[in-house]
C-alpha cells in the first residue's frame, strides 16, 4: 500500500502563488506517474496535471502556463506550483498516484482545500 500526504493548501487572492506538496510513503515501487486533481463544490473531480517517472507531463488547459508540476523521486514528493490564480481554482485538490501493480486501484491523497478569494 501507499499513502499520499498533501500539504501547502489554503486561502490566496486572485493573482497570487500557492505551492501543493505531497509526499508519498510505503511500496512506492509501485508508483508510476504522479500528479494532481482537483474536485469543486457540485463539479467532478478532474484532472489537474500529472507527470511520469521520467518527468514527461500533461496539464489540463484550464492551468496551463499558470501551473506547474513537478517530482523528486529520490525525496518521493510531488509538487504543484500554483501562480496567476483565479477564482475558478478553487477546489479541493488530490494528490495522486498511478498504480502500476494494479491499475484499477490508483493510490489518493486525503485532499487540501485551496480558496482563491479576495
Known amino acids: 500500500q501507499v499513502q499520499l500526504v498533501e500539504s501547502g493548501g489554503g486561502l490566496v487572492q486572485p493573482g497570487g502563488s500557492l505551492r501543493l506538496s505531497c509526499a508519498a510513503s510505503?511500496?512506492?515501487?509501485?508508483?508510476?506517474?504522479m500528479g494532481w486533481y482537483r474536485q469543486a463544490p457540485g463539479k467532478e473531480r478532474g484532472l489537474v496535471a500529472t507527470i511520469a517517472p521520467l518527468s514527461s507531463t500533461n496539464y489540463a488547459d484550464s492551468v496551463k502556463g499558470r501551473f506547474t508540476v513537478s517530482r523528486d523521486n529520490a525525496k518521493k514528493m510531488v509538487y504543484l506550483q500554483m501562480n496567476r490564480m483565479k477564482p475558478e481554482d478553487t477546489a479541493v485538490y488530490y494528490c495522486?498516484?498511478?498504480?502500476?501493480?494494479?491499475?484499477?486501484?490508483?493510490?489518493w491523497g486525503q485532499g487540501t482545500q485551496v480558496t482563491v478569494s479576495s
Open positions: 510505503g511500496r512506492i515501487f509501485s508508483i508510476g506517474a
Open positions: 495522486y498516484a498511478e498504480n502500476i501493480d494494479s491499475p484499477l486501484n490508483d493510490y
